[in-house]
């Protein structure tokens, strides 16, 4: 199975809605990176924790970090229709960023 | 300004044609990336240059060859392209070769190879 992989693999919510997505790695990190992909666009970074960082906030998004399972939670409150998208963990050793399947989120006006 | 622009945006080729698909980023940033995007949008690291020199260099054919003329520029060669080269490429670039580093995506090639 694919280091970085992602729970759920889609979500819908109505606007206004909390959204919350795991991701779960498998080997030591440097740090762990979100990113957001739209539809049709390339990967646009949202927030990066270290691996000695439990959590971090950045506007709406909450990220949190548990290196002993190995895994991240991305929360992003009050949601918007512009929200909709697709969103990748990136766990991070040496060089290499290795990317989740993502959480195809759907904001529903 | 675009930070970092690939071409071009749709290839559409027939098995065994050569492509190159280009990338360019203005950001001065000394390290790039190509990556391969599934049809389940898995996102895979293909090939990295830092100022030009190649550090990273996944299991991919020797099909595939990158090329860094300069620290802006890194394209992708394919040869003798076959179905399961369909995909989208991205290439992206960050500040430096470590991961402390955030990175700076284009907006994909889309390549289909019929």
């Known amino acids: 199975s694919q280091q970085g992989e992602e729970d759920p693999q889609a979500l819908s919510i109505q606007e206004g809605e909390n959204a919350t997505m795991n991701c779960s790695y498998k080997?030591?990190?440097?740090?762990l990176q979100w990113y957001r992909q739209n539809s049709g666009r390339g990967l646009v970074h949202l927030i990066l924790i270290r691996s000695n960082e439990r959590e971090k906030h950045s506007g709406r998004l909450r990220v949190t970090l548990d290196t002993s399972k190995k895994s991240s939670s991305l929360l992003i409150t009050a949601s918007r229709a512009a929200d909709t998208a697709s969103y990748f963990c990136?766990?991070?050793?040496?060089?290499?960023?290795?990317f989740g399947g993502g959480t195809r989120v759907l904001v529903k006006p | 300004d675009t930070a970092v622009s690939q071409t071009p945006k749709y290839l559409v080729t027939q098995m065994g044609n050569d492509k190159s698909i280009k990338c360019e980023q203005n950001?001065?940033?000394?390290?790039m990336y190509w990556y391969k995007q599934d049809s389940k949008k898995f996102l895979k690291i293909m090939f990295s240059?830092?100022?030009?020199?190649?550090?990273i260099n996944e299991t991919v054919p020797n099909r595939f060859s990158p090329k860094s003329p300069d620290k802006a520029h890194l394209n992708l060669h394919i040869n003798s392209l076959e179905l399961g080269d369909s995909a989208v490429y991205f290439c992206?670039?960050?500040?430096?070769?470590?991961?402390?580093?955030?990175?700076?995506f284009g907006p994909g090639t889309r390549l289909t190879v019929t």
């Open positions: 080997t030591s990190i440097n740090n």
């Open positions: 240059y830092n100022n030009k020199e190649l550090i």
């Open positions: 950001l001065g940033h000394d390290t």
């Open positions: 990136a766990s991070t050793a040496g060089n290499k960023l290795t």
């Open positions: 992206a670039s960050s500040q430096g070769p470590g991961t402390p580093y955030e990175q700076y």
